[in-house]
């Protein structure tokens, strides 16, 4: 069981480098958006959220951006690792306070040695 | 625990039986869900439970498919008479209570179900 994901946007980094995937969202209503990665053969794993009041948030080398005017949101990796490969997916909160949730269908990273 | 916990996490089975898929969420966490996820597709809700009760079951494909939980914990996805194109990831979460907003969704490592 792999997630194929034959038809999946693909970036390919050369290792060191930094990242940038990009996630259009559905909703101007929404106010809390979530990235998440999952590597070959497992579950989503949460990396990093932020809310709509911010623009921006920083964790250990990931960075989110989030740009209300065009609805978009990008999560920035620096100095990318091969244990970075993975599909990355941006999910929102579409209603807010519910558990209604839009997932994307992801971007496929792919680290080059 | 620690994390959400699927069982079992591979399973092959034959067109026609039924299966059921598990899940125990994270401690304290009284919401709980259940998405499909096919090869190269986004994630596809299938239900939600808030405690014990499922407000939304929207998602579920076909009434072959039915899902409870108990406790306000452990719940249990069913599928019967599976077909072929059931096959697919089934992927569990929780959060805590989605009244408030931003409450983080965790998943788990997923059950693979393969119809042949």
């Known amino acids: 069981g792999e997630n194929v994901g034959l038809h999946l946007p693909t970036l390919s980094v050369q290792e060191g480098d930094n990242s940038i995937i990009n996630c259009a969202y559905s909703n101007s209503a929404s106010d809390y958006f979530i990235w998440y990665k999952q590597e070959s053969g497992k579950g989503p794993q949460f990396i990093i959220d932020?809310?709509?009041?911010?623009d921006k948030r920083q964790g250990q080398r990931v960075t989110v951006l989030l740009n209300k005017t065009v609805k978009h949101l990008s999560l920035q990796i620096a100095a990318t690792q091969p244990g970075d490969s993975a599909v990355y997916f941006c999910a929102e909160n579409a209603i807010s306070g519910t558990y209604k949730y839009i997932f994307g269908t992801g971007t496929r990273l792919k680290v080059l040695a | 625990g620690a994390g959400v916990s699927q069982s079992p996490s591979n399973k092959v089975t034959e067109k026609g039986k039924d299966v059921e898929l598990r899940c125990d969420p994270i401690s304290g966490h009284t919401a709980l869900y259940w998405y499909r996820q096919s090869l190269g597709q986004g994630l596809e809700f299938l239900i939600y439970f808030q405690g014990n009760s499922a407000p939304d079951k929207s998602g579920l494909p076909s009434d072959r498919f039915s899902a409870e939980r108990t406790g306000g914990s452990v719940s249990t996805l069913t599928i019967q008479r599976t077909q072929q194109e059931d096959s697919a990831v089934y992927l569990c979460a929780s959060s805590l209570d989605p009244g408030n907003s931003g409450n983080t969704i965790y998943f788990g490592e997923g059950s693979w179900l393969t119809v042949v």
């Open positions: 932020i809310r709509s009041n911010m």
